[in-house]
C-alpha cells in the first residue's frame, strides 16, 4: 500500500486528525441487505500495509466495511435508509481506535529503527489489537539487551521529533535512505521521523513522536531462528501499566507488605506450604491405612476379597486404599462410590482383573481399563450384592 494513486481525496493523508467529515455520494452500489458507497473525499483509512482499517458511521449508521477497488474507496452500510448520488453524508471516524492506530504504526517505525541499531533488522511486523509483533533477524536479544532496546526506544520517542510524509516520484528515491525498499509503485509515500527514520508507508501516524505516548516490551519467541519481538505501544502501553498497578495493589493487600518483599513473602510462604505438604501427606498416608485397616476388618465373608461402597468424599482415595488393601492386606478388593469403581488384585489372586472387567462390563455398568492387577473407571447404578456375588463366582471361577 506505498502507490498513492487514488481518484478520492483521502483527507487521512492530508490530515491525519480529521475526525469528521461532510462528504458526497458519487456512485451507490446496492448489496443484498447492504450498500456499497463511495464519496467524492474520506476520512475512512481502508487498512494496509499491516495497519488496520478504520471503523466509524455513516450519518447514524455504522461503516460496515471500507475496500479499495480499482483506486476507489468503497464504504458498506446497511441500506435500512435509501442513499442516493449527490446526498450528503457526516463521516465520522472511530478516533481512540484510529489515534491507537496512528500511535501504533508511528512506534513500530520507531521501533525499527532502533532495533537496526541494535544489529536487529525488521522482517515483518503484525499491528495486532492487543500487541505490535516485529520479527527481526540477527543475533537474538536477551531480557537485558530487550530492556535496553525498550529505554532507548522511550528516550527517542520523548525527544518529540517530528513526523513528515513526502509524496515522491520514482526519480526523488535516491534522496531518502530507507530501511526497506519499496514494492511496485506510481508515485510513493515516504514517512519520515525528521532525520531519524524513513519508511515507505501508506498508513496514518502521529504528527511527533512524543504522541506515541510509551513502548513496553512484552516478550520474545523464536521461530525459525529469528526472534519474534512482542510491544505494546501508546495506549496498550497506558492500559498495561494500569493494570500492572491494580494487580500490584490487589497483591499487596494479600501478601500484607510492599513490593519490593514480594518475591521474599513468596518465597517464605511457598516453603510453608512445603512444610505443609509434606505433614498433610504423612497425616493422608496414616489416615489411608487406618481407613484400608476399617475396610479389611469390616469385611463379613472369609476375607477372599473385600467389596465395599465408600462416601462420596472418599472418591478421590479409591486407588490408594485398593492398593493399601493389596500390599498390606493381601486382599483382591472392589472398592466403589455411586459413580466409580477401582478393582485391584495381588499377584496370586485367583481373580484377573482384567477378565474380570470384560466378564461384568455389561452387568455391573462398569467402564475403565488399567494396568494388570487393577483397574478402575466410572461405574453406573453400583449394588453392593450383585458386585459380591460376580465377584464371589470369579474368584472361584479362577481357581
Ligand atoms: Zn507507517
Redesign the pocket.
Known amino acids: 500500500m506505498t502507490d498513492i494513486r487514488m481518484n478520492e481525496e483521502k483527507h487521512y493523508y492530508a490530515d491525519a486528525y480529521l475526525q469528521n467529515l461532510e462528504a458526497q455520494i458519487k456512485e451507490v452500489k446496492p448489496s443484498g441487505k447492504t450498500c456499497w458507497l463511495r464519496f467524492d473525499k474520506t476520512i475512512f483509512y481502508p487498512g494496509g ?1 499491516g ?1 488496520s482499517a478504520d471503523t466509524g458511521f455513516l450519518d447514524d449508521l455504522p461503516l460496515l466495511e471500507i475496500k479499495e477497488e480499482n483506486g476507489h474507496l468503497w464504504h458498506k452500510a446497511a441500506s435500512s435508509i435509501v442513499w442516493k448520488e449527490g446526498q450528503m453524508v457526516t463521516l465520522r471516524l472511530d478516533w481512540p481506535r484510529r489515534y491507537y492506530n496512528m500511535q501504533q ?2 512506534g ?2 520507531l521501533l525499527s529503527r532502533v532495533l537496526e541499531s541494535f544489529d536487529l533488522k525488521t522482517v515483518s511486523v503484525h499491528l495486532g489489537e492487543d500487541y505490535t509483533m516485529i520479527e527481526v533477524e540477527g543475533p537474538y536479544p536477551n531480557e537485558q539487551r530487550l530492556l535496553q532496546i525498550e529505554q532507548e526506544a522511550n528516550k527517542q520517542l520523548r525527544r518529540a521529533i517530528p513526523v513528515v510524509t513526502h509524496e515522491i516520484s520514482r526519480s526523488e528515491i535516491k534522496r531518502f535512505p530507507l530501511r526497506k525498499p519499496p514494492g511496485a509503485w506510481q508515485r510513493l509515500r515516504v ?1 519520515e521521523i525528521k532525520d531519524f527514520d524513513y ?1 515507505a ?1 501508506g ?1 496514518t ?1 502521529v504528527k511527533q513522536t512524543a504522541e506515541i505516548g510509551y513502548i513496553k516490551w512484552l516478550g520474545t519467541e523464536k521461530i525459525r531462528g529469528h526472534a519474534r519481538i512482542k510491544w505494546l505501544i501508546g495506549k496498550k502501553a497506558d492500559e498495561y501499566i494500569g493494570a500492572s498497578f491494580a494487580t500490584m495493589q490487589a497483591v499487596k493487600a494479600e501478601l500484607q507488605c510492599e513490593p519490593a518483599q514480594f518475591t521474599e513473602r513468596i518465597t517464605a510462604l511457598k516453603s510453608d506450604l512445603k512444610t505443609f505438604r509434606k505433614a498433610a501427606d504423612v497425616y493422608k498416608r496414616s489416615h489411608l491405612r487406618w481407613r484400608a485397616a476399617e475396610l479389611y476388618n469390616a469385611c463379613k465373608n472369609d476375607k477372599a476379597y473385600i467389596v465395599a461402597g465408600l462416601r462420596e468424599e472418599e472418591t478421590a482415595y479409591l486407588g490408594d486404599l485398593a492398593k493399601i488393601l493389596v500390599k498390606e492386606h493381601e486382599q483382591t478388593a472392589f472398592l466403589f462410590t455411586k459413580d466409580r469403581f477401582c478393582l485391584a488384585a495381588p499377584e496370586n489372586s485367583p481373580l484377573d482383573t482384567k477378565e474380570f472387567l470384560d466378564a461384568y462390563r455389561e452387568t455391573l455398568g462398569l467402564k475403565g481399563g488399567g494396568p494388570p492387577g487393577f483397574v478402575q473407571g466410572a461405574v453406573s447404578n453400583p449394588d453392593e450384592k450383585l458386585i459380591a456375588g460376580c465377584m464371589k463366582v470369579a474368584m472361584q471361577n479362577e481357581q
Open positions: 500495509g495497519q504504526h508511528t513500530q517505525h514517512v519508511s508507508c498508513g501516524h
